[in-house]
């Protein structure tokens, strides 16, 4: 059923109920606003039906020079869920997630959402990718002007003004272009750069392709293994988010190219990296000829879930004792693994053994069990991931450790030496330099406080011992942010 009346001077309330699903929308033809209302308590999903309502309803104004007209929506999800479902949880239901809280349900804080891929269901997991522009960072206005081409500054820097995209797996914010930047270039730079020679790099997931970009700086560099498992995000990744695999700003070296997995250095492995570490590296790898051997590696980084996710390949991820065993066994004497291992902890947060962190305490004393001589954590907060994020670093080697501590300069050198500048002799890294080194060297108060509430209190936790002046302090843990802070 359905029904309809006129306003007051003008324009027109209509409201239709069919069965527990509902449509309504009001005009005000003076103001040019259609207000609607959607509610389908169906299976079927709402944002493919988006183009078809702004086709239907967005009528442009009468005359020549008038704009086109804007469409504002926001999702949500209606009734009870968590709690009164049996089984029900928040995190595996993605319009719950990141894309519902900050994507879906904005409605007047945001000027552009636009679906660029919405709810697309690859053999693992549901990708969506949004752009966003935020008028907290840039306003509508000065993106319209950046179109133009009138001389202005916007016009000629329209990169600044821009949109954001945002790629989202499983319903979780994994990558953003305005912050793909700093995250990428602080998960490899790093590392890469404290190696004494990476010729050789691993990366667990990284789907999108923007880590194996950035390793390709590196001229040092002779192969660089991908192993994804999820096929449909490296190639939904390629036709929609085409900056995060683009080398052509570089592709002038020996073997290059202008696509980053096209690189003669560039090796993709669309496979399980849990079994392909176990394989290769683990016990069974024992039985192995040495004609099937893999060549170990100078750098492994793992660029995938999140340690909290709720989600139980994430667990194995972070705490499987043959899969973190086979981690160390694929790398070089002077090897380094690197873990990014989600939000950083705050000032007054439980330890991360008794919190949401739990995977991320039991990985780092599996890593410490297990032989790595030193493992540090950092963070970099331009990320654009909503809170500070972190970045897990574990040296099998002291010497290869000590590179960590050297100064901006000394590290400004080497990269000059090794990133491959771009064709026209600037330096291609955007984020990344010597200074930001320094800032990634030392670990948080919060981490250091973090680490001294753990249940069985690390003895250089001691007040005499953080604040005092001892001359021996007992660490047994080749994790502790306290020595790094006050002693190292």
Request: hydrophobic share 35%; with cysteine.
């Amino acid at each position: 059923s359905y029904h309809c009346h006129g306003l007051i001077p003008v324009g027109v309330s209509c409201a239709g109920v069919l069965l527990e699903s509902h449509v309504a929308f009001h005009t005000w033809p003076t103001e040019g606003v259609i207000a609607m209302d959607l509610f389908t308590c169906g299976s079927g999903k709402l944002i493919p039906t988006l183009p078809s309502i702004q086709q239907l309803f967005g009528v442009k104004a009468a005359g020549e020079d008038s704009d086109d007209p804007m469409m504002l929506w926001s999702h949500k999800l209606r009734g009870f869920r968590e709690g009164f479902v049996p089984g029900y949880s928040f995190d595996l239901n993605p319009l719950d997630s990141d894309l519902g809280a900050e994507i879906l349900g904005s409605h007047n804080d945001v000027d552009i959402k636009n679906p660029i891929v919405s709810a697309s269901e690859t053999d693992y997991q549901t990708v969506d990718i949004y752009e966003i522009l935020d008028p907290a960072s840039r306003k509508l206005s000065d993106y319209y002007k950046s179109l133009e081409d009138d001389g202005s500054y916007e016009s000629l820097h329209p990169e600044f003004y821009a949109p954001d995209l945002i790629l989202l797996l499983d319903g979780r914010i994994q990558s953003s272009l305005h912050g793909d930047a700093p995250y990428h270039e602080s998960i490899v730079h790093p590392a890469m750069i404290t190696h004494p020679n990476p010729k050789r790099v691993a990366v667990i997931g990284g789907g999108e392709g923007a880590t194996v970009r950035e390793i390709l700086k590196h001229s040092t560099l002779e192969k660089v293994v991908m192993i994804e498992i999820d096929g449909g995000v490296v190639n939904l990744s390629t036709k929609y988010l085409p900056e995060w695999q683009d080398c052509s700003s570089i592709a002038h070296h020996d073997g290059c190219a202008e696509w980053c997995f096209d690189d003669e250095r560039a090796d993709l492995r669309i496979e399980d990296a849990l079994a392909y570490f176990n394989d290769n590296f683990g016990l069974s790898s024992r039985f192995k000829s040495s004609a099937e051997h893999e060549a170990q590696f100078d750098v492994v980084i793992m660029d995938c879930l999140d340690p909290n996710d709720d989600h139980p390949f994430a667990k194995v991820l972070y705490t499987d004792d043959g899969y973190i065993s086979s981690l160390y066994g694929a790398l070089t004497d002077d090897g380094i693994l690197v873990v990014q291992v989600g939000e950083a902890a705050e000032i007054d947060d439980a330890a991360d053994e008794n919190g949401s962190f739990e995977n991320r305490s039991t990985m780092i004393k599996m890593l410490d069990a297990i032989g790595f001589k030193s493992i540090h954590i950092y963070e970099e907060s331009h990320c654009q991931f909503g809170a500070p994020w972190t970045t897990l670093i574990a040296f099998k080697d002291v010497e290869t450790r000590k590179r960590w501590y050297r100064s901006p300069a000394a590290v400004e050198v080497d990269l000059s030496r090794r990133i491959l500048p771009t064709k026209d002799g600037k330096t291609s890294l955007r984020y990344f330099d010597g200074a930001t080194m320094k800032s990634y060297q030392m670990p948080s108060r919060a981490f250091e406080d973090n680490y001294c509430r753990q249940q069985d209190k690390p003895e250089e936790c001691a007040e005499k011992v953080r604040f005092g002046n001892v001359e021996e302090v007992n660490v047994s843990s080749a994790y502790s942010p306290v020595f790094e802070r006050h002693f190292a």
